[in-house]
Every structure is written in structure tokens, then in C-alpha cells.
């Protein structure tokens, strides 16, 4: 992760319990989604990309999978209508809370809080292996 570039932190809750399978395809379902938004319909074939992001799947005390993710749009600002776009995207799952980010150090910490071990945080589609 580049410093100071990401600007948008999303928690994304799933309403029933999900296999670390599922939660990633609906993670990345999510991801396809809103990076159309920002990059319009042939989002995939931009170089670099109009938005870059980082997600880590984590547990909750009770065992239920549960996904972070940093974003930054180099094409325009994330504004708060998206962020609210967003959260109602990905509503039928569960629920999302996506904000700006006002301490970037502070926010990598909360999202490698509780990475299960053995998954790494993947980022624009490529795990950090």
C-alpha cells in the first residue's frame, strides 16, 4: 500500500454465515460493481485501474467472515452519495459501513486486526504473495 492514497474504508457484514468461498465471490461481486461505477462499463480493461483497492477477509469472536477493504478513485473523489451507493450495494447481504478515511495509519491497523491466518490480503484482484 502506497501512503496517504487510499481514501475510503468500507466494513462489509454478511447477514448469515458465509464459507470463506462465498464471502470472497460476493467481496469481489461487490468490488466488480463499483468499480464499473467509477470506471464505466469496460472498468477491467483500464491501465492503471480508476480504482485501486486492498480487502482482507477476517473473523468475528463468534466465527463469522466478515471483509474490510481500502479504496482510492484516481478518476474522482468518493463522495459521501457513493459511499451511501455503495453500502446499499451490497445490502442484500448483509450490511456496510463506508467512510472516508481520516487516519490512514489508523485504518490499515483496523484492517489487519484479525487476519485469519493463512489469508493475505488481496489487492486489485492479486493476493500479496
Not at 487476519?115 to 504473495?129: H, K, Q, V, Y
Request: glycine share 8%; hydrophobic share 40%.
Amino acid at each position: 500500500m502506497e501512503s496517504g492514497n487510499y481514501t475510503t474504508l468500507a466494513t462489509l457484514t454478511f447477514r448469515i454465515p458465509v464459507t470463506v468461498a462465498a464471502a470472497r465471490a460476493h467481496v469481489r461481486a461487490w468490488l466488480g460493481r463499483v468499480s464499473r461505477s467509477f470506471g464505466g462499463r469496460r472498468w477491467y480493461r483500464h491501465r492503471p485501474p480508476d480504482l485501486e483497492w486492498v480487502y482482507v477477509l477476517e473473523t468475528t469472536l463468534a466465527g463469522h467472515w466478515h471483509a474490510h477493504v481500502l479504496l482510492k478513485a484516481r478518476c474522482r473523489d468518493v463522495s459521501q452519495k457513493d459511499c451511501r451507493w455503495m453500502e446499499g450495494v451490497w445490502r442484500r447481504h448483509g450490511i456496510a459501513q463506508v467512510a472516508a478515511i481520516g487516519n490512514l495509519a489508523a485504518a490499515s491497523r483496523y484492517l489487519s486486526k484479525h487476519i485469519a491466518p493463512g489469508w493475505e490480503p488481496e489487492i486489485n484482484g492479486m493476493t500479496t504473495r
